[in-house]
């Protein structure tokens, strides 16, 4: 089953997609709801059904949290190399499917245009399915999520030793909608993980492509870790990270050692396709443009112990 939210009429609904059409749930009843709430989407009331076409369909949920892994490991050694020049994957990598917090509050629906900062020029997608929590530690379905990278802006923020933030937070996209759990498992191999095609195209032309079966842990895994000595809810989501073999330039950059196929510009339409969920296409912008920030105040330290005593 698609759960998909969309606006229609000026009314934002979320609602069921089924043979190119969308089916209104009753109410103004959204789809995070849904999911906090267990309900069976399967008995609830459907208004009549509306043509995609005639429809906007938007991020089919603005999560109560975005928690981002690293599950890649191809993607690893080709982002180090491109972003700190090191390449490998660290011994720490194969530990624990190590994961970041990004924001919640960015979140972008299909066929949105995406604004990066301004002033960055390194501009890159990241092909991921994310996994949606439902309750008691299940998975509800899964949607595309584009982990929308600054990568001149990330590789200044990752010499402070404590991970990405101007980087990444100024933009997510999720979509076209959720895909629930149990029509996913038939793809699923004898180690739980999802054999699913997923490839990346910049403006028509297919950048990468991988399956997402090369994950070295699965979304099951993913979510006991995330709630260890901590607590998932449902509506969270947990992206895979990127996928291996161009799932993001800064791979290929890494790879080629040189920036070909080039960063993104304004005005590039970026495809993210994911066999058994569907497309997600956005175009790329620029943000307004921001001030400087103040300069760092810096002290003599032993002048401000004297200043202590």
């Avoid at 009429?9 to 089924?18: H, L, N, P, Q, S």
């Avoid at 990405?164 to 076209?176: I, M, Q, R």
């Avoid at 709630?227 to 790879?255: K, Q």
């Avoid at 920030?293 to 002048?303: E, F, H, L, M, Q």
Wanted: aromatic share 8%.
């Amino acid at each position: 089953m698609r759960i998909a939210s969309f606006r229609h009429d000026g009314r934002v609904r979320a609602g069921v997609v089924e043979g190119g059409e969308v089916f209104g749930f009753p109410g103004d009843l959204d789809v995070r709801t849904i999911i906090e709430q267990g309900t069976d989407v399967g008995q609830l009331r459907r208004a009549p059904g509306v043509p995609l076409k005639d429809v906007q369909l938007l991020a089919p949920l603005q999560p109560a949290s975005l928690r981002d892994f690293v599950a890649f490991e191809e993607h690893v050694e080709g982002v180090r190399r491109s972003i700190d020049g090191t390449g490998g994957v660290p011994d720490a990598w194969f530990d624990a499917p190590t994961f970041y917090f990004t924001n919640p509050h960015r979140i972008y629906g299909p066929d949105d245009s995406v604004p990066f900062p301004a002033h960055s020029v390194n501009r890159d997608f990241e092909l991921e399915v994310a996994a949606i929590a439902g309750p008691a530690g299940t998975i509800f379905g899964y949607t595309i999520l584009n982990d929308w990278s600054a990568r001149d802006l990330q590789k200044r923020e990752m010499q402070v030793s404590l991970g990405p933030a101007k980087g990444k937070d100024f933009a997510n996209t999720l979509g076209p909608w959720i895909v629930t759990a149990d029509e996913l498992e038939p793809f699923k191999d004898g180690d739980g993980f999802l054999d699913l095609w997923c490839s990346a195209s910049v403006n028509g032309v297919e950048i990468g492509r991988d399956l997402l079966s090369n994950m070295g842990w699965t979304f099951e895994t993913m979510i006991m870790y995330a709630a260890r000595d901590s607590r998932v809810v449902p509506g969270d989501v947990l992206g895979s990270g990127t996928v291996g073999n161009g799932g993001c330039l800064a791979e290929l950059w890494g790879r080629n050692g040189r920036q070909e196929p080039p960063p993104l510009r304004d005005g590039d339409v970026v495809t993210l396709t994911v066999e058994g969920i569907g497309s997600l296409t956005n175009r790329v912008t620029s943000g307004p443009a921001t001030d400087d920030i103040p300069r760092v105040r810096r002290r003599d330290p032993a002048a401000a112990r004297a200043e202590r005593h």
